[in-house]
């Protein structure tokens, strides 16, 4: 990760550049398990599909020390974490549609897909096998981490650029400490729920962490009736006043 020009990540986003290169600010980790440190890095050209977010928040998440230390070794050095960031719209592609510049949006574990396959026409893109692309996975990371090189790097960073279809708008009425933990340990329990739980239906929450307390609240949210399954009494009570 350095300052010199980059190529495009993008699997199947319009290869037309409509600005160069970036250089801005992230925290860099340069091997396994070493401390981050703040550096230059350069961001790939904006194409006509992508958007430049100015990061303001990012959330940390045990799978950010994972990638940091390589325990399942598909990290690639130098590499710049976060996928649970927040930030504002600052340049928005001429092919993109629905985001202006002063939007809030968050940015979370993809930034790429194929968008051809079946799965990601079913809005599936977090299936995609033919062009799945991670955040701040490179080639380690096999069918996850697409790209030759690890350039674009995570939401540590003062400006990300991404594609656009893969940022999410977030609303005025939602602020950033709620909605970075969403981004990866929500959707994570989301897509499970919104799948199998309908009204009346019997939800049993193992582990009533981060995770845990987010599926209790969605599950409730969905109609569920929800049993908190724990090892002992300790987070009973925190379980209750959730759900």
Not at 79 to 94: A, P, Y
Not at 126 to 149: E, F, M, R, V
């Given at each position: 990760?350095?300052?010199?020009?980059?190529?495009?990540?993008?699997?199947?986003?319009?290869?037309?550049?409509?600005?160069?290169?970036?250089?801005?600010?992230?925290?860099?980790?340069?091997?396994?398990?070493?401390?981050?440190?703040?550096?230059?890095?350069?961001?790939?050209?904006?194409?006509?599909?992508?958007?430049?977010?100015?990061?303001?928040?990012?959330?940390?998440?045990?799978?950010?020390?994972?990638?940091?230390?390589?325990?399942?070794?598909?990290?690639?050095?130098?590499?710049?974490?976060g996928h649970e960031g927040v930030g504002t719209v600052v340049k928005v592609g001429s092919c993109v549609r629905g985001f202006e510049t002063g939007?809030?949006?968050?940015?979370?574990?993809?930034?790429?897909?194929?968008?051809?396959?079946?799965?990601?026409?079913?809005?599936?893109?977090?299936?995609?096998?033919?062009?799945?692309?991670?955040?701040?996975?490179?080639?380690?990371?096999?069918?996850?981490?697409?790209?030759?090189?690890?350039?674009?790097?995570?939401?540590?960073?003062?400006?990300?650029?991404?594609?656009?279809?893969?940022?999410?708008?977030?609303?005025?009425?939602?602020?950033?400490?709620?909605?970075?933990?969403?981004?990866?340990?929500?959707g994570t329990v989301f897509e499970a729920i919104v799948e199998y739980v309908k009204p009346g239906s019997q939800v049993a929450v193992s582990s009533?962490?981060?995770?845990?307390?987010?599926?209790?609240?969605?599950?409730?949210?969905?109609?569920?009736?929800?049993?908190?399954?724990?090892?002992?009494?300790?987070?009973?009570?925190?379980?209750?006043?959730?759900?």
């Amino acid at each position: 990760m350095n300052a010199a020009t980059p190529e495009p990540t993008s699997i199947m986003s319009s290869s037309k550049f409509e600005e160069g290169p970036k250089v801005t600010e992230a925290w860099v980790c340069y091997e396994k398990g070493a401390p981050l440190k703040l550096a230059e890095i350069a961001l790939p050209p904006l194409t006509a599909t992508m958007i430049e977010v100015e990061m303001t928040h990012c959330g940390l998440c045990h799978t950010d020390l994972h990638m940091r230390d390589n325990d399942w070794g598909i990290s690639d050095y130098p590499i710049v974490l976060g996928h649970e960031g927040v930030g504002t719209v600052v340049k928005v592609g001429s092919c993109v549609r629905g985001f202006e510049t002063g939007d809030t949006v968050g940015i979370h574990w993809i930034r790429d897909s194929c968008q051809v396959c079946s799965n990601c026409c079913e809005g599936r893109e977090n299936i995609c096998t033919d062009g799945y692309q991670g955040t701040y996975l490179g080639p380690s990371a096999g069918i996850w981490g697409k790209t030759p090189h690890n350039t674009h790097g995570g939401a540590f960073s003062k400006v990300m650029r991404i594609e656009a279809r893969f940022a999410i708008q977030i609303p005025p009425s939602l602020t950033p400490e709620v909605i970075c933990p969403l981004l990866c340990g929500g959707g994570t329990v989301f897509e499970a729920i919104v799948e199998y739980v309908k009204p009346g239906s019997q939800v049993a929450v193992s582990s009533i962490g981060g995770l845990g307390t987010a599926a209790i609240k969605l599950a409730k949210m969905y109609g569920g009736q929800v049993t908190a399954l724990s090892r002992g009494e300790a987070k009973k009570d925190k379980a209750l006043s959730v759900g």
